[in-house]
């Protein structure tokens, strides 16, 4: 993240809120779900391990692959930061800027209709992706003529109607009066502490359209000490006990998979669907990908080949059954395949699976038993809710790109990263087991869904929760925060070589000030609080940073963390990829991908004492397994597949069936 925040005119930017903590907490509650589920199926206790780094490695777009397969190739990653992604551009238009993404080919001609059809990029040259990317220069230029004159949400929405993705830079203020927003009760009115009352996040899951998150607010200390009792503990100890019938495992057992013999059938594509996928397959689920050459995942193709190396890492460990969903032959495969699944994952457009006759309740109908999950960027209901977009199209309209950048009023300075995708899918494969626990204990099948846009707003709930209370308080803040201070990235001895350091409050001070050899500056008493450090913040600050330009980020990182500071050093992947840390870990997953050759994948962050390591297996092409998995899992006969292969409705890739 950070190693590609910004631009070389100014430091590496941390992003707002608390992006790193809730992906934690995600990860953290995902590993108690996969423990609970195990517990339910006759599994035993068992001491969970989450890490900190490693659960934010998984974030990075994709990072440790990419720069493994470059490296393989002979070329050099990307180093410098260059702010945005050239192929998502934040645009100004007459009253703000907008985030605009083209990327199919479809979009591609709708902008240029909407343009005026300008003759000189009339050729079919255009069309193609790989041409633009190598031509952004060029045409950036003109989407910023094209886009001069707009009016920002005029602007969007008259290019979402033309199916052109393009996205609104608002700011928190605008999201907590936006009227999708509002509608979709994203944010509900309840006591936030004794005697207060404010919006806060409603919650990060609908589940059967019902809302699950907020319930109350946090706790004063003790508060209800007087009315918890033991009874009440072994209550909720009884609920995760195994079902009668159900013995117990020996904790001597060989540990298993938590998620061995639960049947996924993903149609994800891009990033939210297929991180779901991947975090339910390295945990022992049997996920299959569904997809076709008339409809592939853009992710595996938008370089021009069947195999990318981010594709590699999203669908590893699943296969994939090659089914054209819009042909007429198709709906005798999705019915043995219906009744095949435990778990449906997709995330395409609004509406797409309702369109294919694969809606909510045609599915429940088919299979009571089964859970759906669904992810829209802006989620299935609300006035936007037919917007189509990427990740990066979520950081403008969700707050984030407005409060990701400096108090120095040049506005954002951008960033290459895909956020909330890695995180969405993650919240996603949370709800989906979460259904299987209540599936579990009798419940029906149910239909869960996440949307896109409040995955990313969830991690910026308490900066909402300030702007409602104090109107202007959630502002762009730079890498400062008001927790401490000193607080944030100090460039250290060479070139774009920096270290993140955190004073969390006086005892931190006081070990800083030690280890830096307490220089006279920081005897100073106005110092010895963080009220005083936060008053004099820019003085403290350029006195770290006088410290810490004399030596390297390691040796920042390693003196600050022996005296208990927090503090470490920007990596970029290539130094992930050779980190003893990591790769002592078993982090580092070195793998021969078919169609690519050998990458280094990002491995799990989360393990178990009584878990069997995560499976990670190579990703599959389309169709790679469609023969086997129709005649061996969903029974049908090997001269049917045949017939549909034959007709157009399957493609496959392996061996007739004998």
């Known amino acids: 993240w950070l190693a590609l925040s910004g631009v070389p005119e100014k430091p590496p930017l941390l992003p707002p809120g608390s992006l790193a903590s809730d992906t934690l907490g995600v990860l953290g509650a995902y590993a108690v779900t996969l423990g609970l589920l195990q517990v339910l199926r006759g599994g035993g206790g068992q001491h969970l391990d989450v890490s900190a780094l490693e659960a934010l490695a998984q974030m990075n777009t994709w990072g440790l692959p990419n720069s493994s397969h470059t490296l393989a190739r002979g070329s050099l990653p990307q180093m410098v930061r260059s702010g945005d992604s050239p192929m998502y551009p934040t645009i100004a238009c007459a009253d703000g800027h907008v985030r605009q993404v083209v990327m199919a080919p479809g979009q591609w001609r709708a902008l240029w209709e909407w343009m005026g059809s300008p003759d000189a990029f009339a050729d079919e040259y255009w069309e193609s992706f790989f041409n633009r990317l190598s031509n952004l220069d060029v045409l950036n230029q003109l989407f910023e003529e094209h886009w001069s004159g707009l009016p920002m949400l005029e602007g969007c929405r008259e290019a979402q109607s033309r199916g052109i993705v393009a996205t609104p830079m608002l700011s928190p203020a605008d999201i907590l009066t936006d009227g999708h927003f509002a509608a979709r009760g994203s944010f509900r009115r309840s006591e936030v502490a004794p005697g207060i009352e404010a919006p806060v996040m409603a919650g990060l899951w609908e589940v059967d359209g019902e809302r699950v998150g907020y319930r109350f607010r946090a706790p004063a200390i003790g508060e209800h000490e007087a009315d918890f009792n033991g009874r009440r503990f072994m209550e909720s100890a009884d609920r995760v006990r195994p079902p009668d019938g159900v013995q117990a495992s020996d904790p001597t057992d060989a540990p298993g998979l938590p998620l061995r013999g639960l049947r996924v059938a993903d149609f994800g594509h891009g990033g939210v669907g297929v991180e779901c996928g991947r975090m339910l397959a390295e945990y022992g689920a049997d996920v299959v990908k569904v997809e076709s050459h008339a409809y592939p995942d853009f992710i595996r193709i938008f370089l021009g080949s069947e195999m990318t190396p981010s594709f590699a890492s999203s669908s590893r460990t699943k296969r994939c059954l090659g089914l054209d969903l819009k042909h007429e032959g198709a709906g005798e495969v999705l019915e043995h395949l219906m009744g095949w699944a435990d778990v449906i994952i997709e995330n395409n457009s609004t509406g797409t699976m309702a369109d294919l006759g694969l809606g909510w309740e045609a599915l429940h109908a088919m299979n009571p038993r089964l859970v759906m999950v669904s992810s829209q960027l802006m989620g299935s209901r609300g006035p936007l809710a037919d917007w189509i977009g990427y990740g990066p199209t979520i950081q403008t309209v969700g ?107 006086d005892e931190d001070w006081e070990n800083l000030r030690g280890a830096m050899g307490s220089p006279g500056w920081m005897e100073d008493p106005a110092l010895e609080t963080t009220a005083g450090r936060l008053l004099a913040r820019d003085r403290v600050n350029a006195g770290v940073s006088s410290w810490t330009a004399g030596k390297t980020p390691r040796e920042v990182q390693d003196i600050c963390q022996a005296a208990g500071v927090p503090a470490g050093r920007l990596m970029h992947t290539v130094d992930q990829l050779e980190d003893p840390h990591l790769e002592q870990r078993g982090f580092l997953v070195g793998m021969d991908q078919p169609g690519l050759g050998r990458v280094v994948l990002e491995g799990a962050c989360i393990t178990g004492s009584g878990m069997a390591a995560p499976v990670i297996r190579p990703a599959p092409f389309i169709g790679e397994h469609t023969r086997r998995f129709c005649v061996e899992d969903l029974g049908m006969h090997p001269d049917r597949v045949e017939e549909l292969i034959s007709a157009g409705a399957m493609e496959a890739v392996d061996e007739p069936a004998t």
């Open 399 to 505: 707050g984030l790109s407005w409060l990701w950048a400096f108090d120095d009023g040049d506005g954002p300075p951008g960033s290459n990263a895909i956020h909330p995708d890695h995180l969405a899918g993650r919240i996603c494969a949370l709800g989906a087991l979460a259904a299987m626990i209540g599936r579990e204990r009798g419940c029906p099948g149910a239909h869960v869904e996440v949307a896109q846009v409040e995955a990313l707003m969830g991690t910026l709930g308490d900066l909402f929760l300030g702007e409602s209370l104090t109107p202007g308080s959630a502002r762009p803040e730079g890498n400062d925060s008001p927790t401490g201070a000193p607080w944030g990235v100090f460039r250290c001895a060479g070139e774009e070589t920096w270290c993140v350091l955190c004073v969390r409050n």
